[in-house]
């Protein structure tokens, strides 16, 4: 079983729980907003770990990804008054940072080969969230 098979907002709210002993959420973490799309902090208290996995998954599906890239996959509508809306990026300071920790836990790495930069999933991530696919899938 694999992350391809099963339902992604199942996948991503169980891995959250997985990695609550695994990361840490910053000490700012609690006053910023997502994205400068956004009026307010998110409102959900594990909104930190829920990102975490969210990020693990899109890494895993689409592997070189940088922060760039994610940025605009979590990126928002801005609303400007009268003026149409754009559609912004998300904050890249919180995905460098959870992508940070993830590769301190081991799940992710640093692509290293030509102009393919990014993040890819290591062995033990894939692992990880396939266990994970599996639980779900049973």
Not at 84 to 111: D, F, W
Request: proline residues 5%; without cysteine; glycine residues 8%.
């Amino acid at each position: 079983m694999t992350v391809y098979d099963v339902n992604a907002t199942q996948l991503i709210h169980k891995t959250a729980e997985s990695l609550k002993p695994t990361l840490q959420m910053p000490v700012w973490a609690a006053y910023v907003k997502t994205g400068h799309g956004k009026e307010r902090v998110p409102d959900h208290p594990d909104w930190w770990y829920v990102r975490a996995a969210a990020i693990l998954r899109k890494v895993y599906l689409n592997s070189p990804i940088g922060t760039n890239q994610l940025s605009v996959l979590f990126g928002n509508k801005k609303n400007r008054g009268m003026k149409p809306e754009l559609t912004v990026p998300g904050s890249r300071k919180i995905i460098r940072t959870i992508l940070q920790q993830l590769e301190t836990a081991g799940y992710i790495q640093q692509a290293s080969k030509g102009v393919h930069k990014g993040r890819v999933i290591t062995g033990k991530g894939k692992s990880f969230l396939d266990k994970i696919s599996t639980s779900l899938k049973a």
